[in-house]
């Protein structure tokens, strides 16, 4: 995986995770095509297209596009479960995930996402273990403060 | 609201960012608090400086600067607190990427957090070096990696492995490193160790050959992996639908895909595992949908089985018929893919593919069209390509450029007859002409142009097509010229294959007149009707209407068009006499043979001196074959007729040929072959290099008597196995008191190389008296014949 952004109907950008080195205005103009290319995408159309050189796999769920391009030799369908599997772990971790759940806690999100994926590639397939790892982080993150 | 002077906390200022009404309103709050963000950075505040780095992000979130946040985040992550690292740590994920300058600084803290105990911290440094690390870091920290590869904790392997694969992907030589525990490491029971494993080792055999020599020895044991993640039961840990960890069986089904890529052994290794797996996969649901997706990317890539890979073909067939418009997308990409070297497994599911076109998804029916396209063939040529004319008049704008000149370039291939090429292509330009590509004119009228029974059909059909619609320039084009050509099939009588089409001279001048002067027409496309309209004037019976409109363009401001009119005005003018040869209808078109014009413009030419040169050959040839009954070749046959060039046509051509100048002088010495009364005939010979069997005589008579010399015939004649033209003669008066003499060239072939014998005879007045002389030729030079 290249890059995975998450957006909001109206275009707003709530997690962007790169994997690959660009500058700062590589990435904000590559952010901005995308979002407009994918908004105007309509509700019917497949979760597929092509983009530049690159794969883009999207799913909505609910008011957030996810958002993910991938390479030419990787899987679109598997890609669409690996999104399934990240809005699952946000939904176990903040019980019933929204969105005002990811802005207001956006270190979280990323927290989570890095447990799951490291470097673009799959790290854990269990869900359980995911979700074991950031309680744990969580809890030395806690257990210092009473330090 | 009223925003505060302090610092907010972060919920706060996430809060009042999002009650902002206006973009300026949001900015004035961010400002703000950036402002005292960089104080606290200032002050050096520790304890807080990790909520501050938070709101730095969130706000670098929504597109604003952070870059002084860059020292912050180093000083966090060499920070003992766990809450700084994970803030610090996230901050360079995000605000230190390769390219900025403090990267390096932070190779330090890594390494420190790579050795010592705490699996949090060790997890953070692990995942900053796999999403950030740039060549010189990995290089520097390879070997710290490579000893958490062996550590007991499930947790930091499985991240190490990962960050292994990110360290081959920036500095390649570090594969060296790496490849040495993966075996070892094949033999993990925890899934995320093992997945990290089969994805290094997919990197490292991309990467070298040497290594995926290497690791085919393991095809094997994977297939045994494979085949027990297939086979256990249901795992609520790791399956996803009822299919087991769908994300190791898709990682190594691609593994496997690269190993067992051209080569016989391995392939025959995973065959029976991947015919299980292909058939036994769950398919209700996306999980399992995928698995099936990537074993069908296996089978088709390594050197399987046929029957299994006809089953791979079945399976992209079923996927094709699938609700779920994903599983249609990735099927026909794949199809696409395999339609060269499987062509005729592909061709099954033809109907199929067709009923995609009717997709309402870009994607979708984009892709649909490509297949289509490279599914045609000379059997369903005719079916498909109705097909695709239905959906060019429905598909969206940018599609049609691409299906237009695919169904042009099938019927070029495929077309069973000529009509239906015309047709076919008569229909795309009326349906999509403003997207075809410019050559479609110019085939579309070399193929009327070829077909000779289809030209009544052409010119109706065109002329019905733009009588309806003169907006579209390719038909435009193409109908104007085929007007032009063929106007006169166009009033004549009834085609059996169109409707009856009651057509008036009027009408059809008036269509032109209408092109010519539309605001939709482009130059060219003027520049055709001009031309067509002149053509008529010689098809047509009435011309005064047509010579009405050139004359009014010779003052046209497109100055193309103004030549054009001058110039075919001049033609109505002064050379009138030669209209009708010029404006001649075109021989027939060789398909791909020379170009339409240069072949228009050689009639013409020739049309043009058939008219203006006269032809004096006629009489001589007659009085030749009198001449014949005195010169018997050395074999004493019989005569017959002479392989003379009776048609002056022919004569003319030749005459083309002949160089207009006098031959270059050469060493063959001339001839004095007559002399009577001041009367004297010389010849003189020339052999042009290059042609031997070719010789050229110049007859020279010359006077120096006191009375010209009129009437003047020369005729000569050549043994059989010889060929003899005679130009014309310069003249046929030699004036007296050595005027100007006459010459005539004799041109001789002569292939069999024999001996020259040359009979002349010679009629003419002279002194009041008509003189005939007829004598042989003596002393002929040898170098005239051998």
Known sequence: MQFMLLFSRQGKLRLQKWYVPLSDKEKKKITRELVQTVLARKPKMCSFLEWRDLKIVYKRYASLYFCCAIEDQDNELITLEIIHRYVELLDKYFGSVCELDIIFNFEKAYFILDEFLLGGEVQETSKKNVLKAIEQADLLQEFQKLL | MVASSSSLKLQDLIQEIREAKTQAQEREVIQKECAHIRASFRDGDPLHRHRQLTKLLYVHLLGYPAHFGQMECLKLIASPRFTDKRVGYLGAMLLLDERQDAHLLITNSIKNDLSQGIQAVQGLALCTLSATGSAEMCRDLATEVEKLLLQPSAYVRKKAVLTAVHMIRKAPELSDIFLPPCAQLLHEHHHGILLGTITLITELCERSPAALKHFRKMVPQLVHILRTVVTTGYSKEHSISGVSDPFLQVQILRLLRILGRNHEESSETMNDLLAQVATNTDTSRNAGNAVLFETVLTIMDIRSAAGLRVLAVNILGRFLLNTDRNIRYVALTSLLRLVQSDHSAVQRHRPTVVECLREPDGSLSRRALELSLALVNSSNVQAMIQELQGFLESCPPDLQADCASGILLAAERFAPTKRWHIDTTLRVLTTAG??????????????????????????????????????????????????????????????????????????????????????????ATRGYALTALVKLSTRLRGDNRIRQVVSIYRSCLDVELQQRAVEYNTLFQKYDHMRAAILEKIPLVERGGSQVDEEAKESKETAQLSEAAPVPTEPQASKLLDLLDLLDGPSGDAQHPRPLDPTPGSALIHLLNLPCAPPPPAPIPNLKVFEREGLQLDLSFVRPPGTPTLLLITVTATNTSGGDVTHFICQA????????????????????????????????????????????????????????????????????WQ
């Not at chain 2, 142009?449 to 059909?457: K, P, R």
């Open chain 2, 717 to 784: 004649a050549v043994p059989k196995s010889f060929q003899l033209q005679l130009q014309a003669p310069s003249g046929d008066t030699v004036p007296a008191q050595g005027g100007l003499p006459m010459t005539q060239l004799l041109r001789i072939l002569n292939p069999k190389k024999a001996p020259l014998r040359l009979k002349l005879r010679l009629t003419y007045n002279h002194f009041g008296q008509s003189v005939q002389e007829i004598f042989e030729v003596n002393n002929l030079p040898v170098e005239a």
């Open chain 2, 434 to 523: 403003t997207h075809v590509r410019d050559d479609a004119v110019a085939s579309l009228t070399q193929l009327i142009g070829g077909a000779q029974e289809l030209h009544a059909y052409s010119v109706r059909r065109l002329y019905s097509a733009l009588a309806e619609d003169i907006s579209q320039q390719p038909l435009v084009q193409a109908a104007t010229w085929c007007i032009g050509e063929y106007g006169d099939l166009l009033l004549e009588g009834s085609c059996e294959e169109t409707e009856p089409l009651q057509v008036e001279e009027e009408e059809v001048l008036a269509l032109l007149e209408r092109v010519l002067q539309s605001h939709m027409s482009l130059p």
